[in-house]
C-alpha cells in the first residue's frame, strides 16, 4: 500500500550561513514573498521560514558543513529537499519498513511533537515526510479539513 501523501508542505533551501540574509531579502523584497515571523528556533541553524499560501513554504536554511542534526554522510536534514504532510505518520513509518525503503529519523528537532522522516528517491532527492496539521504555514480550507477529517488535528496558522 502507497503512503498517504496529502499534500506539498515545504521545499527546503540551503546555503552558506553568510548568506542568509541575503536570501531573505531575495525572497522577500524580489519575490515578495512573507516572512513567518514564528518561525520555529531550530538550535544551530539560520534562516526563514516564507509563506507561499495553500499550506505550502519555503524554508531557508543556513549552515556551513553538516548541521548538527546530521546523521552521518547523506544523512542531512538541512540538505534541499521537499516535504510533504502525511495522513499518519507512525503508520507511513511502518509502511516504509514493511516496504523496506531506507529512512532515518528525527524527532522534536524542529518543533515539540514533531517527528520527520527523511529518505531519498530513487535518483537521490531528498524528501521529509511528516504528520499533517503539525505546520506553521497558512491555512488553507483543504488542508484543513484533511487534517481534522484525519486526526481531529488543527492546522496552525502563520503569521505572514
Not at 4 to 32: Q, T
Not at 85 to 98: G, K, M, P
Not at 132 to 137: E, T
Request: with cysteine.
Amino acid at each position: 500500500m502507497a503512503l498517504e501523501v496529502l499534500e506539498l508542505h515545504h521545499h527546503a533551501v540551503r546555503m552558506p550561513l553568510g548568506k542568509v540574509e541575503a536570501m531573505g531579502a531575495f525572497y522577500g523584497d524580489v519575490l515578495g514573498l512573507d516572512t513567518d515571523q514564528g518561525r520555529w528556533q531550530i538550535p544551530g541553524i539560520a534562516g526563514y521560514f516564507l509563506d507561499m499560501g495553500n499550506d505550502c513554504q519555503i524554508h531557508l536554511l543556513g549552515s556551513d558543513g553538516p548541521s548538527p542534526y546530521s546523521q552521518g554522510p547523506g544523512r542531512d536534514p538541512v540538505e534541499n529537499h521537499v516535504a510533504l504532510a502525511v495522513r499518519d505518520i507512525a503508520a507511513s513509518e511502518q509502511e516504509l519498513r514493511r516496504l523496506g525503503v531506507d529512512y532515518w529519523k528525527l524527532d522534536n528537532v524542529a518543533a515539540p511533537e514533531l517527528m520527520q522522516l527523511f529518505l531519498r528517491d530513487p535518483v537521490g532527492n531528498l524528501i521529509e515526510l511528516h504528520q499533517i496539521g503539525r505546520c506553521r504555514c497558512k491555512r488553507s480550507d483543504r488542508a484543513f479539513a484533511d487534517a481534522k477529517a484525519a486526526t481531529g488535528a488543527t492546522p496552525t496558522e502563520g503569521k505572514g
